[in-house]
């Protein structure tokens, strides 16, 4: 039996708009989940996520610029896909990107979520806007665990200081604890929105005796011309071991 040649060509058209429509519905479908993943928040907001130590604090902007206190990484904004390493591992971890406007941290956000992360905040508007409701002097972090120290061993570690604010910054004194921890500044004058380094040194043995042997707490001290945030302090713990 013979087939009617414009029954087979509307029969191959139908097919043809069918599986276009079901493409395109996919694909908007894809989209729209990605933008549903992606939740764009104020700088009041963003602040309080930052400040939980669990969630992934990541900065996008480029050139780099002097990073939100805390903040776990720099990626440029497109290169994520080539710092796959630097992301936890766990996809339900919040991660809060930023960037300098917006602009970057939007197309960065999108890509995050495309890859499969679940919490993806977007800081509106950009640390611009941030800095207006978030000026300080910060340490980060406010404690670096050195885990088992051998007695006789001198581990050393870093601290972050951020001078978060509009204003110089001189750093007037820095001190510790105990004999054991020593600590010193990179820089000792900021300028508005400069970070520095804290390198601190410890050494259980100084004393030749057990005064610092067990579990350790030893506190790091830091004086400022700032009148608002005279003394800022932050800590180094361990556990020290004496064979």
Known sequence: MKINKNYLLIGVLAIVVIGSVLLISRQGKSKSEVK?????????????????????LLDVHVPEQTHIPGTDAFIPYNEISLNLDKFPEDKSTPILVYCRT???????????????????????????IYKESNVGVFITPQNRNLGRVIYGDIPTTTFTLTNFGPLPLKITRVSTSCG?????VDKKE?????????????????????????????????????PNIPRLTNTITADVIKN
């Open 102 to 128: 917006g602009t970057m941290s939007e197309e960065a956000s999108k890509e995050i979520a495309g890859l499969g992360y679940t919490n993806v905040y977007d800081l509106d508007g950009g640390i611009n």
């Open 180 to 184: 054991c921890t020593k600590a010193e």
């Open 36 to 56: 549903n993943k992606v939740r764009l928040v104020k700088s009041l907001e963003f602040s309080v996520l930052a400040k939980d130590e669990k969630n992934f």
């Open 190 to 226: 900021l300028g508005a929105y400069e970070a520095t380094e804290i390198r601190v040194s410890f050494n259980p043995a100084v004393h030749g005796d057990a005064t610092d042997v067990g579990g350790i707490t030893r506190t790091i001290y830091i004086q400022t011309d700032n």
